[in-house]
């Protein structure tokens, strides 16, 4: 079992910054993938960005640019860091892992933390 705990969230005026973190902990584990995810109200879930364990990101359009990725294996951690941050970024963003050992294709998701961002 992985626990996800996400921390970062907040109210920051548009054209601030903001980091989120992502920390995976919990028994015996090895991670592929890591993400994250954006729902805005009354919206579908939609993806921010992704890191591979090799490295390779994948970013939604509308953020390249703006929004990166890093993660720290040592640590299990992932991070988004925002920058540019606008009123349309304002939403619950979540964390997603996906594991490779002991299971493959096994995927958790953090509590979600709330970004809101004012004009």
């Known amino acids: 079992q992985v626990r996800l705990v996400e921390s970062g969230g907040g109210l920051v005026q548009a054209g601030g910054s903001l980091r989120l973190s992502c920390a995976a902990s919990?028994?015996?584990?090895?991670?592929?993938?890591l993400g994250w995810y954006r729902q805005a109200t009354g919206k579908q879930r939609e993806l921010v960005a992704t890191?591979?364990?090799?490295?390779?990101?994948n970013y939604a359009d509308s953020l390249k640019g703006r929004f990166t990725i890093p993660r720290d294996n040592a640590k299990n951690t992932v991070y988004l860091q925002m920058n540019s941050l606008k009123p349309e970024d304002t939403a619950v963003y979540y964390c997603?892992?996906?594991?490779?050992?002991?299971?493959?294709?096994?995927?958790?998701w953090g509590q979600g933390t709330q970004v809101t961002v004012s004009t």
């Open positions: 997603n892992v996906d594991l490779m050992w002991p299971r493959e294709n096994d995927y958790y």
């Open positions: 919990g028994s015996r584990f090895m991670i592929n993938d």
């Open positions: 890191i591979t364990s090799g490295g390779s990101t």
